[in-house]
């Protein structure tokens, strides 16, 4: 728990949210700026395998710079727990907005086209020889998307990330079941078309109003129905959320950013402004709504048997 001055620039205010590994609080620094301090939940902070998660979070957050990823302001260790500071979004998240109604497609469209836009860049990073480190969120869904008053999309929650050569305890998944890709549940080495499968769901979900897979269903072997069946969708937006979650990878957009060119130009087909301001509108009136499913910690091998 934290309370009062933490990493000698923050103060705590306040409590904002419980999730599945982490806790939030409501912070301000020296110049009377929110924030807010993301730590390990209480009854968690011995566990050794979120522990890792966590501190995977920080070494990839601290150094992410994008305009729709939720920027690191700090991070450090207070009373022996780790902390990391991330500005303060005033908005909502997609799951607030999205609350299982559609989304005018213009503005399921500049979500879709914002994410895939920063898991572009999260899945470029490299190191200092040039190389592409592999990284992938691992987590993405309606939770982890948040919608600011200007109707921009941030990606946030790096808990579930991981990359080539991560330590990361065989047969563990991070992730929402409803949201995570197929090799995700079987246990393969990931690459960035699972989070591209994850962002379709998403889509699918925010045009059709509908939920894609429940909460406990972790089966991927039945054929996924067209945006179409449900909601007036253009040939081309329905092919594209229906390639985006092919359950084999290779049908697939081969990258992010691929993705994020189809997504922009049906964006703006079908008006982005109008999008982005129904968006702002939403995000405004819903501003300090929190919904933070519990991301689960769940093996691959009983993700196999539910298969």
Not at 121 to 131: L, N, P, S
Request: proline share 5%.
């Amino acid at each position: 728990m934290l309370s009062g001055d933490v990493l000698h620039r923050f103060h705590v205010t306040g409590p904002l949210a419980r999730g599945g590994m982490g806790e939030l609080w409501l912070a301000d620094d020296e110049q009377h700026r929110r924030v807010v301090l993301k730590t390990v939940r209480d009854d968690l902070v011995n566990d050794d395998e979120v522990r890792r998660c966590f501190r995977r979070e920080i070494a990839v957050v601290s150094r992410v710079r994008h305009a729709h990823i939720v920027h690191h302001v700090a991070h450090g260790v207070e009373s022996g727990v780790d902390v990391l500071a991330l500005e303060h979004i005033e908005g909502a998240s997609l799951a607030t907005l999205r609350h299982r109604t559609p989304l005018p497609l213009a503005a399921a469209l500049c979500v879709a086209d914002d994410v895939a836009r920063a898991l572009a860049h999260v899945h470029g990073i490299a190191d200092a020889h040039g190389t592409p480190l592999g990284l992938v969120h691992g987590d993405v869904s309606p939770q982890n998307i948040i919608v600011d008053a200007r109707g921009h999309a941030l990606l946030i929650d790096f808990g579930g990330v991981t990359w080539r050569g991560a330590d990361v305890t065989p047969g563990t998944l991070i992730g929402k079941p409803g949201y995570v890709s197929p090799e995700q549940l079987e246990g393969r080495e990931l690459d960035g078309r699972s989070d591209l499968y994850a962002l379709g769901v998403v889509l699918w979900e925010m045009i059709t109003g509908q939920t894609l897979f429940a909460s406990d269903d972790l089966r991927r072997d039945r054929p996924v129905p067209p945006p179409s069946r449900y909601a007036r969708v253009p040939d081309l937006i329905d092919a594209t959320v229906m390639r985006m979650v092919a359950s084999e990878r290779e049908a697939r957009f081969p990258s992010a950013a691929e993705a994020a060119e189809l997504i922009e130009s049906a964006a703006l087909l079908h008006g982005i402004d109008g999008g982005r301001q129904w968006l702002g509108a939403r995000a405004a009136a819903s501003e300090g709504e929190v919904d933070l499913t519990r991301t689960p910690v769940i093996t691959t091998s009983s993700a196999r048997t539910l298969r």
